[in-house]
């Protein structure tokens, strides 16, 4: 059973889960939803607001749904490697269900898509969408070896509204 997480007392090792356990972004539009692996990603205060800020590159399937979306969640489930990696290997564009497809069982939370395996989940509400640019890096060495296909990734950061774990 899924509990509300106060935000206020919400502890994570923030470098650990994002970077080592990864998370999955899941979105919902035009009754279509899809989940694509993240291993980029930030958690912070901005705005007067708790917010999760995504970097997805344009050519992901996620992209035009997140796009069109008011919200995302962010769904982290450590013990699910495999479906992690098919999740994050697979495009969402070549399969009728993606989810289903990663044995992992979908499920809502306050009408949200994601799975019935995560442990903890954010739900986001888009505030601000902006794409990364090449001029703008101060490392220009960074970004030809991040981008070396100059495919910058699209930053999107998402009011943190709710969270819930297990
Ligand atoms: C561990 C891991 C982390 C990843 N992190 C990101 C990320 O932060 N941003 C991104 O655009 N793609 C990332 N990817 C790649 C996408 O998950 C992958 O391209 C996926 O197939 C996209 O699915 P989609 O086309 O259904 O959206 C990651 C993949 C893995 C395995």
Same mark, same amino acid.
């Given at each position: 059973?899924?509990?509300?997480?106060?935000?206020?007392?919400?502890?994570?090792?923030?470098?650990?889960? $994002?970077?080592?356990?990864?998370?999955?972004?899941?979105?919902?539009?035009?009754?279509?939803?899809?989940?694509?692996?993240?291993s980029w990603g930030q958690i912070g205060h901005l705005w007067k607001k708790h917010v999760f800020t995504l970097y997805?590159?344009?050519?992901?399937?996620?992209?035009?749904?997140?796009?069109?979306?008011?919200y995302f969640t962010v769904s982290v489930l450590p013990k699910q490697k495999?479906?992690?990696?098919?999740?994050?290997?697979?495009?969402?564009?070549?399969?009728?269900?993606?989810?289903?497809?990663?044995?992992?069982?979908?499920?809502?939370?306050?009408?949200?898509?994601? !799975?019935?395996?995560?442990?903890? !989940?954010? $739900?986001?509400?888009?505030?601000?969408?902006?794409?990364?640019?090449?001029?703008?890096?101060?490392?220009?060495?960074?970004?030809?070896?991040?981008?070396?296909?100059?495919?910058?990734?699209?930053?999107?950061?998402?009011?943190?509204?709710?969270?819930?774990?297990?």
């Amino acid at each position: 059973m899924w509990n509300k997480i106060d935000l206020e007392n919400f502890e994570i090792k923030p470098f650990d889960l $994002i970077a080592n356990d990864w998370y999955l972004i899941g979105v919902k539009s035009r009754g279509r939803s899809n989940m694509m692996t993240a291993s980029w990603g930030q958690i912070g205060h901005l705005w007067k607001k708790h917010v999760f800020t995504l970097y997805v590159r344009p050519q992901r399937f996620t992209r035009p749904l997140l796009d069109e979306s008011d919200y995302f969640t962010v769904s982290v489930l450590p013990k699910q490697k495999e479906a992690l990696n098919f999740l994050g290997r697979e495009s969402g564009r070549d399969y009728s269900d993606k989810i289903k497809s990663s044995g992992l069982s979908e499920t809502t939370i306050d009408g949200h898509v994601t !799975v019935e395996e995560a442990e903890l !989940v954010l $739900i986001c509400k888009k505030l601000y969408r902006q794409q990364l640019e090449e001029d703008l890096f101060e490392d220009s060495e960074l970004a030809e070896e991040r981008y070396p296909n100059k495919d910058y990734s699209i930053q999107y950061i998402g009011e943190v509204v709710a969270a819930y774990h297990k």
